[in-house]
C-alpha cells in the first residue's frame, strides 16, 4: 500500500472514537460448513479458490455484522449479494483495512488508561 507523504494532502489526526468501532463488532468463533464451502469453490466466484485451512474452531468476523461499523474498505461484497444469473457473491473481509482503525482504538484506550493512571496516582497522594 502506498503511504508516502508526497501521495497524500489534508493530513490531519485520526481522532473519531476508533474504539468505539472496534467495540460494536463482535469477534466470532466458528466452524466453517464444509459442505457450503465446497458449493463455493465450484461457483463462479473467483476470490473462493481454496478451501480453509482448518474448518474448525476459527476466530474472526462475520462480514455483514463488520459492515455495520462503517470502516471504509473493510467489508467486499452486500450481504446475500447474487449475480444476474442467480450466483452467490460472497461477502470477503480485507483485514488489512482494520490495521488503522485497531491502531487508532489501541491510541485512544492507551490515553484513556494514562488519564486512569494519572488520576489514581492523584488520589493516591492524597
Keep these: 500500500t ?19 468501532k472496534v467495540k460494536s463488532v463482535n469477534l466470532r468463533k466458528f466452524d466453517f460448513d464444509e459442505d ?3 458449493t463455493a469453490i465450484d461457483s463462479p466466484d473467483p476470490e473462493i479458490d481454496s478451501e480453509p485451512k482448518n474448518y474448525t474452531d476459527n476466530v474472526g468476523f462475520i462480514a455483514h455484522e ?27 473481509i480485507n483485514y488489512i483495512s482494520l490495521v488503522p482503525v485497531l491502531w487508532g482504538a489501541l491510541n485512544e484506550a492507551i490515553s484513556k488508561i494514562e488519564t486512569l493512571e494519572s488520576k489514581v496516582q492523584s488520589l493516591e497522594n492524597k
Design 66 to 92: 463488520l459492515a455495520e461499523a462503517a470502516i471504509k474498505g473493510a467489508v467486499i461484497g452486500d450481504k446475500d449479494g447474487v449475480d444476474s444469473d442467480g450466483n452467490l457473491i460472497y461477502q470477503k
Design 36 to 38: 457450503a464451502f465446497k
Design 2 to 20: 502506498s503511504s508516502d507523504y508526497r501521495l497524500k494532502k489534508n493530513i490531519s489526526s485520526f481522532n473519531s472514537n476508533a474504539w468505539t
